[in-house]
């Protein structure tokens, strides 16, 4: 038996990824493609997207689950101006990596049969970065974080998600982690998700500029130009070891963050004329 197959099969338990992003699908969209990944994208609630992978790329290098999903994030995240949130599980281990523009991505991890294994404060530290309330919804994170013998790791997370309900999340029925791919991507179909595919540099590029773009503009209507400026050269000086750690370590959602650093950063730096003013 191929063991790919064995892994998504009902007698083991299933290696797989759901990428939430605090975003229209719209803005998704264009990020989602610099991925270079065949992916679902569907809207998830108010203010919410999903992206479902159709295929399994952690399985065609030496990157595990978490952290493709963690660089997928950290991309979008950046791309978007928005928080990315990946929530990933395999057979020994489930978690989820919040990513938040240029801060420091944060996770928490369980073991299968649910024994927390992350940081109480890194739980407090995505709580805060979503905007939760800090004493209703803390203390309805706070339980995961505490032995359980009655919550396996799928638990855990389906507990996550329904305190992210309160933020206007709604994941479409069916699609649910520790679900096995196949269920998942037949879920996301059902709910009418679209396929996000690679289309080349040229499109790709020219979608995420058109996005770019839009956000610069408002982003300029609300502060000095030379403060836009200021984050221009910030991002460029970001994104060049970005795109390098990437290359060297052929990570597509690294590539992706860099070259998105670049873009915004270029877009920031140059001359503006007859627009706004």
Do not use: I
């Not at 065949?38 to 030496?62: F, H, I, N, T, Y």
């Not at 101006?81 to 990946?86: D, S």
């Not at 992350?118 to 805060?128: I, L, N, P, S, Y």
């Not at 540099?201 to 030379?226: K, P, Q």
């Amino acid at each position: 038996m191929n063991p790919e197959n064995a892994v998504d099969s009902g007698n083991a338990t299933p290696v797989g990824a759901l990428l939430l992003c605090r975003a229209e699908p719209s803005a998704v969209r264009p990020p989602a493609q610099l991925l270079r990944e065949r992916q679902l994208l569907a809207p998830a609630g108010d203010g919410w997207s999903v992206l479902v992978p159709e295929g399994k790329p952690w399985r065609e290098g030496d990157e595990p689950v978490d952290r493709v999903l963690g660089g997928w994030a950290s991309a979008v995240s950046v791309a978007t101006n928005r928080p990315a949130l990946a929530l990933w599980w395999d057979g020994e281990r489930s978690g989820f990596t919040l990513a938040s523009g240029f801060r420091r991505p944060v996770g928490y991890v369980w073991l299968t049969d649910g024994t927390p294994a992350g940081e109480d404060e890194a739980v407090h530290t995505f709580a805060a970065r979503l905007g939760l309330d800090p004493v209703l919804d803390v203390q309805s994170l706070d339980p995961l974080t505490r032995p359980d013998s009655e919550a396996d790791a799928r638990a855990r997370l389906l507990g996550l998600v329904a305190v992210l309900a309160r933020t206007g999340l709604r994941l479409p029925p069916g699609l649910a982690p520790g679900e096995a791919g196949e269920a998942l991507r037949a879920a996301a179909r059902g709910a009418g998700a679209e396929p996000v595919e690679w289309a080349g540099w040229r499109d790709a590029v020219r979608a995420e500029l058109h996005a770019v773009e839009e956000g610069l503009d408002h982003w300029l209507r609300d502060r000095e130009a030379d403060g836009a400026r200021a984050l221009g050269a910030a991002q460029l000086a970001a994104g060049v070891p970005a795109v390098l750690h990437g290359l060297r370590r052929r990570d597509a959602g690294w590539l992706t963050a860099g070259a998105v650093l670049l873009l915004n950063g270029g877009l920031a730096l140059r001359p503006r004329t007859g627009r706004g003013r």
